[in-house]
């Protein structure tokens, strides 16, 4: 099977598909209901009235033409684009989900205010944490990718603190290595470092018994969520460690969107990325452990046991590309998780979660991610609209459902869900053990970076470090701050707080008692630029 040979395929791709499911049509801009279903139907109505010939034909011209143009459409576009109009695939009939008030919200009637207030309520009464999910069968993961599955191995390296393995080197020793890797395509700022990469890479090859083999390396540890949490700030300390090393660069987002060839969700897709060319980016981490093995062996002993992380701020909860690859055969759940795919290639890998007030950190993604226009109104109003969109989906389907439905987290103008911190959290406890997740909060970083980064020394065993060197860690400024055209804007409306808090309020309870920590409720609302 070559490297770009793959089990699964687009779900609905067939023309007929598409007839049968529904399309999410998006309008902005208008007073009435947010989003209408259309659905495309096979049969023409038999009935007509007494109109000329010529009136018929362009009838039948008109709606031939709008069939083609919305099949087209929802062929090729994944999410939604909230500039014009778009059709997205949905799981299940998106009807329930039509917006029931009027929009925009006038933030001074009371009518509106008690409205959007009745939402929280109900949205709370509906708030379920079941048991936990049924894991799939492994036989059904190496099923639907079995050619990552054929390229990593079961066991790693013994005597190696990270994981990696050699693999035998088939290709021509002249060619090019990297000819064919995505990333090194698609990613400028990132070719100098492959340009390296291939000049030494004939001299990293192993021989042995005539063959040829290359070191391949996953991560030891992955920084996996929250956006908008302190991810970036954690990552740029720890690069810092003199034992830890990255990919060659943050966020590759492999496990939730370059396998499935998304590059950018208003794009569409794109050509998959083969797990060959992930592996690539671990390459000059990879060989700066191979070069300690080979000190090692020649009596030169090395004190450094590198580790690779691995920082995508969307593993955590970026479940979307689901829909369109697997069959919907849980009701409304995904059948696989992110989680289920590494747990099954890396059961001992440790997970990084970085999590802030949900309030704080929805404003801050509507902040960093709003494109024009922005303003605390806009920002209510968008608040409003998605707690709406959110309560009809729970009128007939599980918390669950909802929260990883691919429509409505398209739909939803600002990410509700992502701040959703114990479904998720839940899910991976699934299959990895507590002590394997680490759970920060950003006001505790924010506050107290030695206390936090000596945690995050200790869960990933990692030796002792001169003061210098600590003190270069933790004083450095922090990373990826609000922007300061953003901070003019000022903090969010009052109004806005008070619903979100009642939102998040349940969730956040059974965060804390899940973690058995009480700081994780939000109760004192620190202020984080």
Known sequence: MTQMDYKYSLLGSSVDDYRKRPLLLQVDDTPMNLFAVLEVKRDLPRRWSTLGCLRKVKLYSILF?????FLIMASYVLTG???????TPSPYHFSSLVSPGPFPFNLSSAKDYAHIKQVVKTIASKVEFSGSRQLPDPKALVNSEPHMFSVIPRKFLPGVKNPCWYEEYTGNITSDPYRTNLYARYSRR????????????????????GKLYRMRCLPYFYIIGQPKCGTTDLYDRLRLHPDVRFTTFKEPHWWTRKRFGIIRLSEGFHDRYPVEDYLDLFDLAAYQIQDILKANAS??????????????ASTMWDNNAWVYFYDNTTEGEPPFLIQDFVHALQPDARFIVMLRDPVERLYSDYLYFGIANKSVEDFHEKVSESLQLFEGCLTEYTMRSCVYNTTLNNAMPVRLQVGLYIVYIMDWLTVFRRDQILVLRLEDHASNRKYTMHKVFNFLNLGPLTEQKEAEITRSPASNTRRPADKNLG????????????FYMPFNEKLAKVLRNDSFLWESRSKLM
């Open 190 to 209: 990132f070719r100098t470092v492959f340009e390296y990469l291939r000049s030494t890479f004939r001299e990293h090859l192993f021989h042995r018994d």
């Open 299 to 312: 009596g030169t002993p090395n004190q450094h046991n590198i580790i690779i992380g691995e920082a995508s």
């Open 65 to 69: 033409g709008l069939v083609i143009m």
């Open 491 to 502: 903090p969010m409306l009052p109004i806005t707080k008070e619903i979100l808090q009642d």
């Open 81 to 87: 684009d909230k500039k014009g109009l778009l059709l």
